[in-house]
T-cell receptor, first 114, second 113 residues
Framework: GENVEQHPSTLSVQEGDSAVIKCTYS??????FPWYKQELGKRPQLIID?????GEKKDQRIAVTLNKTAKHFSLHITETQPEDSAVYFC?????????????FGAGTRLAVHP | NAGVMQNPRHLVRRRGQEARLRCSPM?????VYWYRQLPEEGLKFMVY????????ESGMPKERFSAEFPKEGPSILRIQQVVRGDSAAYFC???????????FGQGTRLTVV
């Protein structure tokens, strides 16, 4: 079955620096790659997603890149702020059969220091 | 449009008791997913349901766990004879027909004592 690996497990940056989180997936049929942000004790919230027909997507300070050949995708956060501190999860799915079963990475705990 | 509603938010059960977790999907959403998150870990898929049907339960433990999504009312995740290892956060997500984005509820944090 699908397996998603995520690195690093923890990331500490200074406010204003960039942060990069990387994920690899195993199932070449995967075609949907969302990123979720989870603050302590709260629900995972979708922050950006990318589909397999696109190589890059950007939304303000957040961008995601996808390399289907290498089967990896990355989250880039620029100009980090203390409120970006949270756990970030990547996920992959093969949208088929009318449903979307997400396989998550183990998460990256991002700490942004003022 | 209220988001995905889960209740209770926190549930404490003694070993051997039953736990019932409820999930009301967003209005218009016919797909419900349950995920489990152990402390300091990622979310693991458990089961996918549509109204009155279990479509994929490949992530459900073989014993003690069951799920339903009746024609009327919320989806229920039921855990019988709970053990300490069942302590986790259980998240429900819903999506409309044909859409990929899954919206998560606030989760139910189950503690087995």
């Amino acid at each position: 079955g699908e397996n998603v690996e995520q690195h690093p497990s923890t990331l500490s940056v200074q406010e204003g620096d960039s942060a990069v989180i990387k994920c690899t997936y195993s199932d070449s049929a995967s075609n949907y790659f969302p990123w979720y942000k989870q603050e302590l004790g709260k629900r995972p919230q979708l922050i950006i997603d990318i589909r397999s027909n696109v190589g890059e997507k950007k939304d303000q300070r957040i961008a995601v890149t996808l390399n289907k050949t290498a089967k990896h995708f990355s989250l880039h956060i620029t100009e980090t702020q203390p409120e970006d501190s949270a756990v970030y999860f990547c996920a992959a799915s093969t949208f088929s059969g009318g449903y979307n079963k997400l396989i998550f990475g183990a998460g990256t705990r991002l700490a942004v220091h003022p | 449009n209220a988001g995905v509603m889960q209740n209770p938010r926190h549930l404490v059960r003694r070993r051997g008791q039953e736990a019932r977790l409820r999930c009301s999907p967003m209005k218009g959403h016919s797909h419900v997913y349950w995920y489990r998150q152990l402390p300091e870990e990622g979310l693991k898929f458990m089961v996918y349901l549509q109204k009155e049907n279990i479509i994929d339960e490949s992530g459900m433990p073989k014993e003690r766990f069951s799920a339903e999504f009746p024609k009327e009312g919320p989806s229920i995740l039921r855990i019988q004879q709970v053990v300490r290892g069942d302590s986790a956060a259980y998240f429900c997500a819903s999506s409309p027909e044909g859409n990929t984005e899954a919206f998560f509820g606030q989760g139910t944090r189950l503690t087995v004592v």
